[in-house]
Every structure is written in C-alpha cells, then in structure tokens.
C-alpha cells in the first residue's frame, strides 16, 4: 500500500489533506483568509479590513482560485 499524498507537486495541499480536516491559513489580525473543507465542500474564510467575508464552492479548483485572490 502506498502513502496517501498530502500535497501536490506545486506544494499545495491535495483534496485528501483536506478531507483529513486539513486547513491552508494566511494573513494574521484584520486581514486573513483560510481554506478548508467540511462535509465534501470547500469553504474560504476570512476577514478583509475587518470585515467577515465566507464563500462556499464545490471544487477545490474553484475555491483555490478564490483562495489565491484574497489579498491579505
């Protein structure tokens, strides 16, 4: 049996990190953002100059995209 992999050959966490409770986080006080995923969606969460922001996707592609958007 093969190890599971945990990340991608760029480095970033794979869908099975995330479905092992796995979170990717950046960005500290006002501006931060994480994403992470709970019952087979992927959520992005975070703050903006104070301000909560929480946005939902079905594909981890998607949410990715989203995630690597947040500027923090």
């Known amino acids: 049996m093969s190890a599971p992999k945990f990340h991608t050959k760029a480095g970033l966490l794979s869908a099975y990190s995330f479905a092992c409770g796995y979170i990717t986080r950046k960005g500290d006080g006002d501006n931060r953002a994480c994403l992470e995923q ?3 969606v992927y959520h992005v969460k975070g703050f903006r100059n104070g301000v909560r922001f929480w946005e939902t996707f079905d594909t ?5 995209k989203f995630y690597t958007g947040v500027k923090v």
């Open 38 to 40: 709970e019952h087979g």
């Open 60 to 64: 981890l592609t998607a949410a990715r």
